[in-house]
T-cell receptor, first 115, second 113 residues
Framework: DTGVSQNPRHKITKRGQNVTFRCDPI?????LYWYRQTLGQGPEFLTY????????KSRLLSDRFSAERPKGSFSTLEIQRTEQGDSAMYLC?????????????FGPGTRLLVL | SQQGEEDPQALSIQEGENATMNCSYK?????LQWYRQNSGRGLVHLIL?????REKHSGRLRVTLDTSKKSSSLLITASRAADTASYFC?????????????FGKGTHLIIQP
């Protein structure tokens, strides 16, 4: 399968714990995006990377959230000191260079439940 | 905040009928995309239309874009049970700012067999 993959698919954690999600984009896609989706809403943009550089962060990305893409391939999204309001689906997407192709291809998501 | 607003929020039709969903947005855009999401899963890209295009077709899908009214519509012809899903429009900004897409809340489409 050559699509975007995300792990884990589901995560249940207790409030105050740290969690980390991983995203593997489509090969040769140099742009990688993170979104958050709550029930009944559309996805909301969190941040994106051009290769290993994090170029933009949404104001939704509080200081408890950190994302990395160390080698310009896979990315991780960490949430520290989780809160119940962090419960959501976390989606990753990738695309080739914006100037060539704008279509973003999404992974299946990681569903987080904070108890 | 979400820029796009889909209308209707929910739509239920009989298999074989056509389904039309609308999307309105607020700011200037570079392109508008439609995505489908089956229950609890990731999004599947359906079609992209650029700001200088007015209509685009892909199989049973037809998308229109009216930049003067800041609106778009998605038509699914000859609907099938497998078309049951949530449909989202997403806009890409022109100018500076984040390159992430801005999604609406979606239209939940149910195709009755």
């Amino acid at each position: 399968d050559t699509g975007v993959s995300q792990n884990p698919r589901h995560k249940i954690t207790k409030r105050g714990q740290n969690v980390t999600f991983r995203c593997d984009p489509i090969s040769e896609h140099n742009r990688l995006y993170w979104y958050r989706q709550t029930l009944g809403q559309g996805p909301e943009f969190l941040t994106y990377f051009q290769n290993e550089a994090q170029l933009e962060k949404s104001r939704l990305l509080s200081d408890r959230f950190s994302a990395e893409r160390p080698k310009g391939s896979f990315s991780t999204l960490e949430i520290q000191r989780t809160e119940q309001g962090d419960s959501a689906m976390y989606l990753c997407a990738s695309s080739v260079d914006y100037k060539v192709q704008e279509t973003q291809y999404f992974g299946p998501g990681t569903r987080l439940l904070v108890l | 905040s979400q820029q796009g607003e889909e209308d209707p929020q929910a739509l239920s039709i009989q298999e074989g009928e056509n389904a039309t969903m609308n999307c309105s947005y607020k700011t200037s855009i570079n392109n508008l995309q439609w995505y489908r999401q089956n229950s609890g899963r990731g999004l599947v890209h359906l079609i992209l239309i650029r700001s200088n295009e007015r209509e685009k077709h892909s199989g049973r899908l037809r998308v229109t874009l009216d930049t003067s009214k800041k609106s778009s519509s998605l038509l699914i012809t000859a609907s099938r049970a497998a078309d049951t899903a949530s449909y989202f429009c997403a806009t890409g900004y022109s100018g500076g700012g984040a390159d992430g897409l801005t999604f609406g809340k979606g239209t939940h489409l149910i195709i009755q067999p």
